[in-house]
T-cell receptor, first 112, second 115 residues
Framework: GENVEQHPSTLSVQEGDSAVIKCTYSDSASNYFPWYKQELGKRPQLIIDIRSNVGEKKDQRIAVTLNKTAKHFSLHITETQPEDSAVYFCAALTSGTYKYIFGTGTRLKVLA | ETGVTQTPRHLVMGMTNKKSLKCEQHLGHNAMYWYKQSAKKPLELMFVYSLEERVENNSVPSRFSPECPNSSHLFLHLHTLQPEDSALYLC??????????????FGPGTRLTVL
């Protein structure tokens, strides 16, 4: 079945450094790719998303890139801050279906 | 309260109990979802309702029974659960189910422990 692989599972960076999380999806028909942030004990919240007709999207310190040929997409966080510490999930959705397929999550720790 | 709410927030039950989880969305959305979140596993989609009709059932055991009486409310009825069913159960809603690109809004979850 469809799946989304996410790496790394844990990531520690120094405050101010950049963090990159990568996801690879299996269904070539996937065309919507959201990223969620889940802080400890809280609900997942959408932080950025990208559609298949776009290669890159930025929102302040956060950016997402998509390579449809290779079927992977990445989350980039620049100038990391301690409040960026959380678990980040990627997901893929295929148009016409209801199945959001999630990655296994990346626990990001930003060290002050 | 705005957004997506879930009750109870924590639930401990024995394997022979029957309980229900409740989800309510105040966003005017017409699609609702149940997910299971276990440690070190991806979020697992369990059920999807669009306009109160079940449109997705991801091979979930029959001991989990969903109910969607209207577009604002979603229930998950539980009976004769197993310890491995212990997890965080998340409800979500979106404007339209499938089709177009829809942000899902998640509830805070119910932490379920099956003894």
């Amino acid at each position: 079945g469809e799946n989304v692989e996410q790496h790394p599972s844990t990531l520690s960076v120094q405050e101010g450094d950049s963090a990159v999380i990568k996801c690879t999806y299996s269904d070539s028909a996937s065309n919507y790719f959201p990223w969620y942030k889940q802080e400890l004990g809280k609900r997942p919240q959408l932080i950025i998303d990208i559609r298949s007709n776009v290669g890159e999207k930025k929102d302040q310190r956060i950016a997402v890139t998509l390579n449809k040929t290779a079927k992977h997409f990445s989350l980039h966080i620049t100038e990391t801050q301690p409040e960026d510490s959380a678990v980040y999930f990627c997901a893929a959705l295929t148009s016409g279906t209801y199945k959001y397929i999630f990655g296994t999550g990346t626990r990001l720790k930003v060290l002050a | 309260e705005t957004g997506v709410t879930q009750t109870p927030r924590h639930l401990v039950m024995g394997m022979t109990n029957k309980k229900s989880l409740k989800c309510e969305q105040h966003l005017g959305h017409n699609a609702m979802y149940w997910y299971k979140q276990s440690a070190k596993k991806p979020l697992e989609l369990m059920f999807v309702y669009s306009l109160e009709e079940r449109v997705e059932n991801n091979s979930v055991p029959s001991r989990f029974s969903p109910e969607c009486p209207n577009s604002s409310h979603l229930f998950l009825h539980l009976h004769t659960l197993q310890p491995e069913d212990s997890a965080l159960y998340l409800c979500a809603s979106s404007q339209v189910a499938g089709g177009s690109y829809n942000e899902q809004f998640f509830g805070p979850g119910t932490r379920l422990t099956v003894l």
